[in-house]
C-alpha cells in the first residue's frame, strides 16, 4: 500500500484502471468535488449537494431498531450474569460461562466486544497541496469549509468533513457527528468503539464502552530503539531512562481513567514487528542500551573473545568484548542466531514486565488488552508465550479470508490460554472506486457476506471475546495524511466519504452482531460464507503439495530455455492458487527445478498479459512482477515462524534481473548472498509472460545435495500493472503469510531418477 502514480494513492489508482467508463477518460482531474473517483460510476454515487441534504431524512427513516437480547447499560447480555455464575466488580474483566471465556461487563453480565476501529477523524484527511491538479474542487482554506481543513489549512483537507459541511449547512462540529455515528453504530449493533477512536465526554454521556492505548513509546524521555520496527517505535526497555519515562507517563494519563467503567482495556501498541529484533539489535551502535546488553550477555556466556569468535564467525574477530559495542555484528552463524532468540526472549521479558509492572502501580481496575500483533508476529512462539504471561487479553490485527481455526487456537494455547480479541480486520472491494483493501472481495455485497463469515465463525471459538471492524469510514482516495503522497486509500468503512452507509454490508453485519451471543454460546450454528477463498475450495492454496527435484544433465545452461532440462512435466502455480488480490484467469507460472553439488536450479515461465513491471529494488522487489522462492533446509519439523537457515529469495522481472535475499540476517547480508546467485529474465516470444532462469547455491540454504534429501519449499508469483503495487499473488502451496512463517510451506525431494 505503498508508491504513488500522478501523486496518487496507488490503491485508488488500482481501481481505477480496471473501473474508468469511456466517457471519463478526457477529465484532467481524478477526484471530483465530493472526494469520489471521477473516473468510474458505482450504485450510491453522490451527484449533487441536494442528494447530500435528502439524505438527512432518508438515512434517519431507514435505520434499524436495534436487536438482539435485552442489554444491560454497557451492552452486556442482561440476566447472563446470574445465569453463568459471573461477578459484578465494576470494572470490565474475563470470566467463564459454561466452556468458553467471555469479557464481562461491570454489573457481571455476558459482553461481545462488536466495535468499530477509527471512530475519529483521521483516515479521511488526504494531503491536497502539491497535486491540487488531481482535484475537480479544492474549498478556500479561511470560507464555508475552514473547518474541514486540518489545522487551520496545512495543505491536509477532509472531504468527508467538507461534505458534512454540504449536507447539513453548518461548520463542522465533530462531538454533533460523533453523536450520529454512535446512533447508527448501535443500531447497527456494534456496542462499543475501537482503537483509534474518540473517547471524550460526549461519548461518556452516551455510555460507549472502549479500548485506549497506553503512552509507551509516546513517554517524554523514553529511549526509542533506532528502527521503525513494523508500524511504530519498540522502547529501549533496558535504558534506564524509559524506565522513569514510563512511570511518569502513566502517573501523569491513567489515574484520571482508572475509575472509568467504561473502559474495557489498554493496548501496548499496534503491529510492532518483535520478530525482527534479532536482525536489528546486533547492528545498534554502543549508545543503544539493548545492544550494550547484549553485548554483556554474549559476554556472561562465552567469557573468553575467542570463543564468540569462533562461535559468531565475525568477518574480523574482535580483539575484546568492549570493541563489540560499537560494532556491527552480523548474524552469520547458527550460534550467533541461537543467541539472538535468547536475547529476544531476554527483550520481551523485560518490555513486558516493565509494562505491566508501571500499569498496575497506577491502575489495578482495567485489562491489559494485548499488542495488536500482525499474523506474522503471532506465529513466533516466543512472543505469543511471553507476551501471554503478562497481559490478560492477547489482541491480533487478524486480516483473512477464511478464519482458520487452528491458527487461532495454536495461539491461545502459546499464550497460555488467554482470551482473543481480534483486533483489526476489513473487507473492501474495488466497486466502490476505490481500492480494495487490505483483503479484497469482488462485490460490496460480498464484503456483506465475508463480515458475517469473519464475525460468527470466530465468535464460534470458545476463546474469541471480540472483535474491531477497521474503519468506521472509508479512507480517502488519495491516501490518508500522515504518508503523504503514499498513504493507504481503500474501500474500508461502513460508510463512505459522502457519508452513506454501505447497504449490503450493515444489513449483513447487524445480522450477525444482533445473533451474536446466540453463536457464541452454541445456540447457533455460525455463517458460512460458500465462497471457495473462505471455505479452503479449490481456489484456496493446496497443503503438502512434494515437487521432486531431478538431477541436472552435464552443462545445463541458463539461457531462458529448457533445452538440456530433465524431461518432467512442470509444477503449475496457477490462477486458483490465488492468495492476494482478485482473480485473474490470465495469471500463472510453470516452474522446473534440478540439481547438483553446487546448485538449486529454477526456470520458471509466467504468463502475464503486462510482464516485466518491477521498479523497485532489493526488499521491496516484491511489489511488482516477480518470483519468490521459500527454502528451509533445517528443522523440518519446525512449522512456526521462521529459522535461521531460512531463505526467501525475491526475484524482480525487469531487465536487470534484479533479485534479493530476506531472512538473511540483515539487508546487507541479503544483498551480499544475492550476488553469489546467477539469475537471467527473458522476455516470453509472445509478448505475454517471461522467463526468470536461476542457480543458487547450496551454501546459501544450509542444505547438503544428496539423493534422497528433503527441505521445505514454495513458490510464489507476483503481478504488478505498473512495476509499484502487487495486485495478484500466486502461491504453489502455502499463502499470503509465507514470508514470516514456514508452516505452509510445501516440500522438495532431491532424487537421482
Same mark, same amino acid.
Given at each position: 500500500?505503498?508508491?504513488?502514480?500522478?501523486?496518487?494513492?496507488?490503491?485508488?489508482?488500482?481501481?481505477?484502471?480496471?473501473?474508468?467508463?469511456?466517457?471519463?477518460?478526457?477529465?484532467?482531474?481524478?477526484?471530483?468535488?465530493?472526494?469520489?473517483?471521477?473516473?468510474?460510476?458505482?450504485?450510491?454515487?453522490?451527484?449533487?449537494?441536494?442528494?447530500?441534504?435528502?439524505?438527512?431524512?432518508?438515512?434517519?427513516?431507514?435505520?434499524?431498531?436495534?436487536?438482539?437480547?435485552?442489554?444491560?447499560?454497557?451492552?452486556?447480555?442482561?440476566?447472563?450474569?446470574?445465569?453463568?455464575?459471573?461477578?459484578?466488580?465494576?470494572?470490565?474483566?474475563?470470566?467463564?460461562?459454561?466452556?468458553?471465556?467471555?469479557?464481562?461487563?461491570?454489573?457481571?453480565?455476558?459482553?461481545?466486544?462488536?466495535?468499530?476501529?477509527?471512530?475519529?477523524?483521521?483516515?479521511?484527511?488526504?494531503?491536497? +497541496?502539491?497535486? $491540487?491538479?488531481?482535484?475537480?474542487?479544492? &474549498?478556500?482554506? @479561511? !470560507?464555508?469549509? *475552514?473547518?474541514?481543513? %486540518?489545522?487551520?489549512?496545512?495543505?491536509?483537507?477532509?472531504?468527508?468533513?467538507?461534505?458534512?459541511?454540504?449536507?447539513?449547512?453548518?461548520?463542522?462540529?465533530?462531538?454533533?457527528?460523533?453523536?450520529?455515528?454512535?446512533?447508527?453504530?448501535?443500531?447497527?449493533?456494534?456496542?462499543?468503539?475501537?482503537?483509534?477512536?474518540?473517547?471524550?465526554?460526549?461519548?461518556?454521556?452516551?455510555?460507549?464502552?472502549?479500548?485506549?492505548?497506553?503512552?509507551?513509546?509516546?513517554?517524554?524521555?523514553?529511549?526509542?530503539?533506532?528502527?521503525?520496527?513494523?508500524?511504530?517505535?519498540?522502547?529501549?526497555?533496558?535504558?534506564?531512562?524509559?524506565?522513569?519515562?514510563?512511570?511518569?507517563?502513566?502517573?501523569?494519563?491513567?489515574?484520571?481513567?482508572?475509575?472509568?467503567?467504561?473502559?474495557?482495556?489498554?493496548?501496548?501498541?499496534?503491529? +510492532?514487528?518483535? $520478530?525482527?529484533?534479532?536482525?536489528?539489535? &546486533?547492528?545498534? @551502535? !554502543?549508545?543503544? *542500551?539493548?545492544?550494550? %546488553?547484549?553485548?554483556?550477555?554474549?559476554?556472561?556466556?562465552?567469557?573468553?573473545?575467542?570463543?564468540?569468535?569462533?562461535?559468531?564467525?565475525?568477518?574480523?574477530?574482535?580483539?575484546?568484548?568492549?570493541?563489540?559495542?560499537?560494532?556491527?555484528?552480523?548474524?552469520?552463524?547458527?550460534?550467533?542466531?541461537?543467541?539472538?532468540?535468547?536475547?529476544?526472549?531476554?527483550?520481551?521479558?523485560?518490555?513486558?514486565?516493565?509494562?505491566?509492572?508501571?500499569?498496575?502501580?497506577?491502575?489495578?481496575?482495567?485489562?491489559?488488552?494485548?499488542?495488536?500483533?500482525?499474523?506474522?508476529?503471532?506465529?513466533?512462539?516466543?512472543?505469543?508465550?511471553?507476551?501471554?504471561?503478562?497481559?490478560?487479553?492477547?489482541?491480533?490485527?487478524?486480516?483473512?479470508?477464511?478464519?482458520?481455526?487452528?491458527?487461532?487456537?495454536?495461539?491461545?494455547?502459546?499464550?497460555?490460554?488467554?482470551?482473543?480479541?481480534?483486533?483489526?480486520?476489513?473487507?473492501?472491494?474495488?466497486?466502490?472506486?476505490?481500492?480494495?483493501?487490505?483483503?479484497?472481495?469482488?462485490?460490496?455485497?460480498?464484503?456483506?457476506?465475508?463480515?458475517?463469515?469473519?464475525?460468527?465463525?470466530?465468535?464460534?471459538?470458545?476463546?474469541?471475546?471480540?472483535?474491531?471492524?477497521?474503519?468506521?469510514?472509508?479512507?480517502?482516495?488519495?491516501?490518508?495524511?500522515?504518508?503523504?503522497?503514499?498513504?493507504?486509500?481503500?474501500?474500508?468503512?461502513?460508510?463512505?466519504?459522502?457519508?452513506?452507509?454501505?447497504?449490503?454490508?450493515?444489513?449483513?453485519?447487524?445480522?450477525?452482531?444482533?445473533?451474536?451471543?446466540?453463536?457464541?454460546?452454541?445456540?447457533?450454528?455460525?455463517?458460512?460464507?460458500?465462497?471457495?477463498?473462505?471455505?479452503?475450495?479449490?481456489?484456496?492454496?493446496?497443503?503438502?503439495?512434494?515437487?521432486?527435484?531431478?538431477?541436472?544433465?552435464?552443462?545445463?545452461?541458463?539461457?531462458?530455455?529448457?533445452?538440456?532440462?530433465?524431461?518432467?512435466?512442470?509444477?503449475?502455480?496457477?490462477?486458483?492458487?490465488?492468495?492476494?488480490?482478485?482473480?485473474?484467469?490470465?495469471?500463472?507460472?510453470?516452474?522446473?527445478?534440478?540439481?547438483?553439488?553446487?546448485?538449486?536450479?529454477?526456470?520458471?515461465?509466467?504468463?502475464?498479459?503486462?510482464?516485466?513491471?518491477?521498479?523497485?529494488?532489493?526488499?521491496?522487489?516484491?511489489?511488482?512482477?516477480?518470483?519468490?522462492?521459500?527454502?528451509?533446509?533445517?528443522?523440518?519439523?519446525?512449522?512456526?515462524?521462521?529459522?535461521?537457515?531460512?531463505?526467501?529469495?525475491?526475484?524482480?522481472?525487469?531487465?536487470?534481473?534484479?533479485?534479493?535475499?530476506?531472512?538473511?540476517?540483515?539487508?546487507?547480508?541479503?544483498?551480499?548472498?544475492?550476488?553469489?546467485?546467477?539469475?537471467?529474465?527473458?522476455?516470453?516470444?509472445?509478448?505475454?509472460?517471461?522467463?526468470?532462469?536461476?542457480?543458487?547455491?547450496?551454501?546459501?540454504?544450509?542444505?547438503?545435495?544428496?539423493?534422497?534429501?528433503?527441505?521445505?519449499?514454495?513458490?510464489?508469483?507476483?503481478?504488478?500493472?505498473?512495476?509499484?503495487?502487487?495486485?495478484?499473488?500466486?502461491?504453489?502451496?502455502?499463502?499470503?503469510?509465507?514470508?514470516?512463517?514456514?508452516?505452509?510451506?510445501?516440500?522438495?525431494?532431491?532424487?537421482?531418477?
Amino acid at each position: 500500500m505503498k508508491v504513488t502514480l500522478l501523486c496518487f494513492s496507488l490503491l485508488a489508482l488500482a481501481s481505477l484502471a480496471h473501473s474508468q467508463p469511456a466517457s471519463a477518460t478526457s477529465l484532467k482531474f481524478q477526484v471530483d468535488r465530493y472526494g469520489q473517483s471521477a473516473r468510474s460510476d458505482y450504485p450510491g454515487k453522490v451527484k449533487s449537494d441536494d442528494e447530500l441534504r435528502a439524505d438527512i431524512e432518508l438515512q434517519r427513516q431507514a435505520l434499524p431498531v436495534p436487536g438482539g437480547p435485552e442489554k444491560d447499560a454497557y451492552g452486556g447480555v442482561a440476566g447472563s450474569g446470574a445465569a453463568y455464575g459471573l461477578k459484578k466488580t465494576g470494572f470490565f474483566h474475563v470470566g467463564t460461562a459454561g466452556d468458553r471465556q467471555v469479557l464481562v461487563t461491570p454489573e457481571g453480565n455476558v459482553f461481545f466486544h462488536i466495535a468499530v476501529c477509527g471512530l475519529h477523524n483521521i483516515d479521511d484527511y488526504t494531503v491536497v +497541496q502539491g497535486r $491540487e491538479h488531481t482535484y475537480e474542487w479544492l &474549498p478556500d482554506a @479561511k !470560507g464555508e469549509f *475552514a473547518t474541514a481543513w %486540518r489545522s487551520g489549512g496545512s495543505g491536509v483537507l477532509s472531504f468527508q468533513i467538507t461534505n458534512w459541511i454540504r449536507k447539513f449547512k453548518k461548520p463542522y462540529d465533530q462531538n454533533e457527528w460523533l453523536a450520529q455515528s454512535i446512533t447508527r453504530l448501535r443500531a447497527w449493533g456494534f456496542n462499543s468503539t475501537g482503537a483509534f477512536s474518540i473517547a471524550n465526554a460526549t461519548t461518556r454521556g452516551l455510555r460507549v464502552p472502549y479500548t485506549a492505548a497506553l503512552p509507551i513509546e509516546s513517554a517524554p524521555g523514553a529511549k526509542l530503539l533506532p528502527d521503525q520496527i513494523g508500524a511504530a517505535k519498540l522502547i529501549d526497555p533496558f535504558a534506564p531512562e524509559t524506565v522513569a519515562a514510563l512511570d511518569k507517563a502513566f502517573a501523569s494519563s491513567l489515574p484520571a481513567q482508572a475509575k472509568d467503567p467504561l473502559l474495557i482495556g489498554y493496548f501496548l501498541g499496534n503491529e +510492532q514487528h518483535f $520478530e525482527l529484533l534479532p536482525r536489528l539489535i &546486533p547492528g545498534y @551502535k !554502543g549508545d543503544v *542500551a539493548a545492544k550494550i %546488553r547484549l553485548v554483556d550477555m554474549l559476554r556472561e556466556k562465552y567469557r573468553d573473545i575467542a570463543a564468540f569468535n569462533d562461535a559468531w564467525k565475525p568477518a574480523q574477530p574482535f580483539a575484546d568484548f568492549e570493541s563489540a559495542k560499537d560494532a556491527a555484528l552480523s548474524v552469520r552463524s547458527e550460534a550467533g542466531a541461537a543467541d539472538m532468540h535468547a536475547f529476544l526472549k531476554l527483550y520481551l521479558a523485560t518490555y513486558y514486565a516493565l509494562v505491566r509492572d508501571t500499569f498496575k502501580k497506577y491502575d489495578a481496575n482495567h485489562l491489559l488488552i494485548g499488542s495488536r500483533w500482525t499474523p506474522g508476529t503471532s506465529g513466533y512462539e516466543d512472543i505469543v508465550r511471553i507476551g501471554g504471561k503478562y497481559v490478560d487479553v492477547v489482541s491480533i490485527n487478524y486480516y483473512t479470508h477464511g478464519i482458520d481455526k487452528g491458527f487461532l487456537t495454536r495461539a491461545h494455547e502459546w499464550s497460555g490460554g488467554r482470551p482473543i480479541i481480534l483486533s483489526e480486520w476489513h473487507y473492501g472491494s474495488t466497486a466502490s472506486g476505490l481500492g480494495g483493501g487490505a483483503i479484497e472481495v469482488k462485490t460490496l455485497a460480498d464484503r456483506g457476506h465475508a463480515y458475517r463469515n469473519y464475525l460468527e465463525q470466530s465468535a464460534s471459538l470458545p476463546f474469541i471475546v471480540g472483535s474491531e471492524w477497521f474503519i468506521y469510514a472509508d479512507q480517502s482516495i488519495t491516501g490518508r495524511w500522515f504518508s503523504g503522497f503514499h498513504g493507504e486509500g481503500g474501500n474500508t468503512g461502513l460508510v463512505d466519504v459522502t457519508d452513506r452507509p454501505y447497504a449490503d454490508l450493515v444489513a449483513a453485519a447487524k445480522l450477525t452482531n444482533d445473533r451474536i451471543y446466540d453463536v457464541m454460546l452454541g445456540k447457533k450454528k455460525p455463517y458460512a460464507f460458500q465462497d471457495p477463498k473462505f471455505t479452503g475450495g479449490k481456489s484456496a492454496a493446496a497443503a503438502n503439495r512434494v515437487v521432486r527435484v531431478h538431477r541436472a544433465p552435464p552443462g545445463i545452461a541458463l539461457d531462458g530455455t529448457t533445452n538440456n532440462w530433465p524431461g518432467v512435466p512442470t509444477e503449475p502455480v496457477d490462477a486458483l492458487r490465488l492468495v492476494n488480490g482478485l482473480p485473474n484467469p490470465a495469471l500463472r507460472g510453470d516452474f522446473r527445478l534440478c540439481w547438483d553439488e553446487r546448485f538449486l536450479y529454477l526456470h520458471i515461465l509466467v504468463k502475464d498479459p503486462t510482464p516485466l513491471q518491477n521498479k523497485r529494488a532489493h526488499g521491496g522487489l516484491w511489489s511488482g512482477d516477480g518470483v519468490e522462492l521459500f527454502v528451509g533446509g533445517k528443522d523440518l519439523k519446525t512449522t512456526t515462524g521462521i529459522v535461521f537457515d531460512d531463505r526467501q529469495v525475491i526475484f524482480g522481472a525487469a531487465e536487470t534481473a534484479p533479485l534479493f535475499v530476506a531472512h538473511a540476517g540483515g539487508e546487507a547480508e541479503g544483498r551480499r548472498l544475492a550476488k553469489e546467485c546467477r539469475a537471467i529474465v527473458v522476455k516470453d516470444v509472445s509478448g505475454s509472460g517471461y522467463v526468470i532462469a536461476a542457480a543458487l547455491p547450496w551454501s546459501m540454504f544450509g542444505v547438503t545435495p544428496e539423493n534422497g534429501v528433503e527441505f521445505l519449499f514454495d513458490v510464489a508469483v507476483n503481478n504488478s500493472d505498473d512495476g509499484h503495487l502487487r495486485i495478484q499473488q500466486l502461491m504453489w502451496n502455502g499463502n499470503h503469510d509465507n514470508s514470516t512463517h514456514r508452516g505452509a510451506w510445501g516440500r522438495a525431494r532431491l532424487v537421482t531418477n
